[in-house]
């Protein structure tokens, strides 16, 4: 079974706007998107009903839910996820597309909108745990089986999550975007504690830490304060990124915060070790 899936005009069609309107929301991530392998917006039922709930738009022309069995080239990454097709996945990750920019940008959309869509089923309990556990563990493999092979770097970075914090997932995507800049790293993991990573920075100097959480309080605490404090004095980059990162929460102080992989890309172009 699956959503029948529509294209951006239909969807201005229905909720009698501008096809303008729907890319606007879709780029600023109001409206949930998936891309076609071609890059096109497509838009499940689902995704634009719960937009049309949340800003009161006519939804009697929106489609409704089809049971069909898709053709393979069809398949969205939510569904081939939900199905646990690790091929399709693999497929559908791969961009195709040129340019580390252009790269980022696709996983931030595409990656993104799949895990975002398996999460807002599973709280639903539409979509089992074990099922969400094996939709992470296809997506990981399949983002890792894009890295390119080892090799020695001058730059190095550590990667994990802060204590507490499970939701490795996302590190392998900045990891992805760190060694297609040709740097080399270290993925350390989930629920770091602040002492393994004071000695990990420590015994191993590397320019940039960089982490990932769900919610910003790990970065509130004292032990964080600390933990930045040793970095800038080994000269290691502290860098944070995740959900929480989306909302305005002041300007950090010693680190630097990134809402996508877009914008550390194109921050790390730029990046010169101190
Ligand atoms: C997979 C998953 C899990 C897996 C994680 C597996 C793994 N190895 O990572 C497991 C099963 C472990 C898990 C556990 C839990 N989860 Co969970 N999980 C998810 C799910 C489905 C996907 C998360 C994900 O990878 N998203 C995709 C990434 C790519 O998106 P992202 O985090 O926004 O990251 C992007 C940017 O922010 C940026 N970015 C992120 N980090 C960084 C870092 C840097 C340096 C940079 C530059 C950029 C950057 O790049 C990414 C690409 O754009 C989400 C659903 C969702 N809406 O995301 C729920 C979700 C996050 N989980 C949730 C919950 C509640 C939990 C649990 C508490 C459940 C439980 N009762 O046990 C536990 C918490 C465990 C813990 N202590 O952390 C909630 C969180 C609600 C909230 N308000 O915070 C969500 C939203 C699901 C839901 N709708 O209820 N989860």
Known sequence: MRSELVTSAQAASAFRVGVSSI???????????????GGHRRYSAAALRRFADLRGLPTERLPRVRIEVP??????????LANGDAMA??????????GLPRRAAFFDRVVGDALREIGYRWERSRLTV?????????????????????????KRAILACPPDEEHELPLHLVRLVFEWSNWETELLGASLPWDAARHAVAS?????????????DPYRSRDF???????NDRRTCVIVGGEWARGGLGRPAGYVRFRTLR????????FRPR
């Open 23 to 37: 890319k606007r929301w879709t780029d600023e991530g109001e409206l949930e998107a998936v891309r076609t392998p």
């Open 263 to 270: 914008g550390f890309e194109r921050w790390l172009r730029t």
């Open 71 to 80: 053709p393979p080239a069809d398949v969205t990454l939510f569904e081939a």
């Open 225 to 231: 304060e600390r933990f930045v404090r040793s970095c």
């Open 89 to 98: 996945v693999r497929h559908l990750v791969e961009p195709r597309i040129d």
């Open 204 to 216: 191993t100097r590397p320019a940039i830490f960089a982490f990932s959480s769900r919610s910003g």
């Open 130 to 154: 074990d099922e969400e556990h094996r939709a992470s563990a296809i997506i990981r493999e399949a983002i890792d089986a894009l890295r390119p092979p080892p090799r020695s770097a001058t």
